[in-house]
């Protein structure tokens, strides 16, 4: 399976898709935000560091992110297919993430953009609610997707939560970064002749099969 990098703005739909695709074709799904927020809830040092840059919408330093993924691609698994969401974020860390590729010799993969327009954005973040146990996504604002018994997960009846980033003034400032520096990321992946793009404004279904329809054109074994 070729790797895949998800650019996408917030809110666009990199988490679902990827738990779709890792669902089905059993890619790994590195989040660089899941990892973040992982050491929020455990309250550590690095935790307690990214805590407030988080909430805010900014990006975390390069330094860090850098750190964290490195040691997550190190791990066995990373080597049959991997989908990185929410990183590379910015024009240095795609350079950077070409030297931590080829030290570990794991192939750069296919660049994906989920091509949204940002009205829909408000609902998509606001509306969400995330399993706190086994990470499914539900959205309030929209039917196929709204959890049957409120505030509880279907598929395990754990609890659902909101993320402390999903309001819509931390949204204004991670789509005004997103602007200035994640999307340059597309001239850089078009520059390479290494972007794909996708309708994200539709239902789940619709960007997971146009995602299939690109890995199949390029030789992937996708049904
Ligand atoms: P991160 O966790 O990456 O957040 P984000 O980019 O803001 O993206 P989201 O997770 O909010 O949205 P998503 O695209 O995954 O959408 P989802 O599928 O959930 O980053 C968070 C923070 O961490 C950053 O702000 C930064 O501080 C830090 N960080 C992370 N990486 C970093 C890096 N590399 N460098 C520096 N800092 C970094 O879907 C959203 C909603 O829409 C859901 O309700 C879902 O049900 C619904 N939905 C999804 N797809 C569809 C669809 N096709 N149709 C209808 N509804 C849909
Ligand atoms: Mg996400």
Same mark, same amino acid.
Do not use: W
């Given at each position: 399976?070729?790797?895949?990098?998800?650019?996408?703005?917030?809110?666009?739909?990199?988490? @679902?898709? &990827?738990?779709?695709?890792?669902?089905?074709?059993?890619?790994?799904?590195?989040?660089?935000?899941?990892? /973040?927020?992982?050491?929020?809830?455990?309250?550590?040092?690095?935790?307690?560091?990214?805590?407030?840059? /988080?909430?805010?919408?900014?990006?975390?330093?390069?330094? =860090?992110?850098?750190?964290?993924?490195?040691?997550? %691609?190190?791990?066995?698994?990373?080597?049959?297919?991997?989908? %990185?969401?929410?990183?590379?974020?910015?024009?240095?860390?795609?350079?950077?993430?070409?030297?931590?590729?080829?030290?570990?010799?794991?192939?750069?993969?296919?660049?994906?953009? #989920?091509?949204?327009?940002?009205?829909?954005? =408000?609902?998509?973040? @606001?509306?969400?609610?995330?399993? !706190?146990?086994?990470?499914?996504?539900?959205?309030?604002?929209?039917? @196929?997707?709204?959890?049957?018994?409120?505030?509880?997960?279907? +598929?395990?009846?754990?609890?659902?939560?909101?993320?402390?980033?999903?309001?819509?003034?931390?949204?204004? !400032?991670?789509? &005004?970064?997103?602007?200035?520096?994640?999307?340059?990321? =597309?001239?850089?992946?078009? +520059?390479?002749?290494? #972007?794909?793009?996708?309708?994200?404004?539709?239902?789940?279904?619709?960007?997971?099969?146009?995602?299939?329809?690109? #890995?199949?054109?390029?030789?992937?074994?996708?049904?």
């Amino acid at each position: 399976m070729k790797n895949i990098i998800l650019i996408a703005a917030p809110g666009a739909g990199k988490g @679902t898709l &990827a738990k779709s695709l890792k669902e089905k074709y059993g890619y790994v799904h590195i989040s660089t935000g899941d990892l /973040l927020r992982d050491a929020v809830n455990k309250g550590d040092e690095l935790g307690l560091k990214v805590k407030d840059i /988080l909430a805010q919408g900014l990006l975390v330093e390069d330094e =860090i992110v850098y750190q964290i993924l490195k040691n997550r %691609l190190q791990e066995a698994d990373c080597q049959n297919g991997i989908i %990185l969401d929410g990183f590379p974020r910015n024009v240095n860390q795609a350079v950077k993430y070409e030297e931590i590729l080829s030290d570990i010799n794991i192939d750069l993969g296919v660049a994906i953009l #989920l091509d949204i327009d940002e009205k829909l954005l =408000i609902q998509r973040i @606001t509306g969400r609610r995330i399993c !706190s146990k086994c990470g499914e996504i539900y959205n309030i604002y929209n039917p @196929t997707i709204t959890p049957k018994v409120e505030n509880v997960c279907d +598929k395990c009846g754990s609890a659902l939560y909101q993320r402390s980033d999903d309001n819509e003034e931390a949204l204004k !400032s991670r789509y &005004a970064t997103y602007v200035e520096k994640t999307q340059p990321l =597309i001239d850089y992946y078009q +520059k390479k002749n290494n #972007l794909y793009v996708v309708d994200s404004s539709k239902d789940a279904d619709y960007t997971l099969e146009q995602v299939e329809k690109i #890995l199949r054109d390029l030789g992937d074994q996708v049904d």
